[in-house]
């Protein structure tokens, strides 16, 4: 059995902390600007778009992220399309983001009265102006709050992809252990690199919701 220094450990799980913190933010961005596109689509009150976007979002909502890694894993290898763990991971936790995000922020939108919308009609704006100088301002001030504390359910939900051989921290910290056999050293250190990247974003959402005067 090779020997390990509390130093090595932390260090090899620091290194492996930087995979997590890269998947997070392309998670994090993929899926925010997928989710603002299905809002804006599903805002134009079109029924055909607004019933596909409601199906999209009970699936990614109603299964659980681990199936669909083992889905976007696995299963599109089963029609012939070869994808890295890398490539899995970010296109599934993207997509499940993307249905979160869509959510808080059709909620922000819907959250406005509907004077807005109405005074917007009558100042002759169009859809698109509305959106853009009236409604999407207001709704942004009340979605900033949500959008970075749901971040720290993205940060949490990288850990499933090392279930697919994702090497992140998680996956670094179940090799460490088969090597130290330290078990609770070796989690420790991996609760603790997570605690210090999601508590600074709880920090930071509770923060804005309180400077925004948004209740939850």
Not at 168 to 184: H, I, R, S, V, Y
């Amino acid at each position: 059995m090779m020997e390990f220094s509390d130093w090595d450990i932390l260090r090899n799980l620091m290194m492996a902390a930087r995979w997590t913190i890269l998947l997070s933010l392309i998670a994090f961005v993929g899926g925010g600007l997928l989710g603002a596109a299905l809002t804006f689509l599903r805002s134009t009150k079109n029924i055909v778009i607004t019933r596909i976007i409601q199906v999209y979002v009970e699936i990614f909502q109603g299964t659980p992220l681990l199936m669909q890694l083992f889905l976007t894993f696995f299963g599109l290898s089963l029609i012939g399309v070869e994808v890295s763990a890398w490539s899995a991971a970010i296109l599934s936790l993207t997509l499940f983001s993307s249905a979160f995000f869509h959510d808080i922020w059709r909620g922000c939108i819907e959250a406005l009265p509907k004077g807005q919308w109405e005074a917007c009609r009558t100042l002759g704006l169009t859809y698109l102006q509305s959106m853009r100088h009236i409604i999407a301002p207001q709704a942004m001030r009340m979605a900033i709050a949500p959008t970075v504390g749901f971040s720290v359910q993205i940060v949490k939900g990288t850990a499933l992809a090392s279930i697919i051989g994702f090497v992140e921290l998680t996956k670094a910290g179940t090799m460490l252990n088969n090597a130290t056999f330290q078990p609770f050293k070796v989690f420790a250190f991996v609760a603790l690199l997570y605690f210090v990247i999601c508590f600074p974003l709880s920090l930071l959402a509770r923060h804005l919701e309180n400077k925004n005067h948004v209740t939850r």
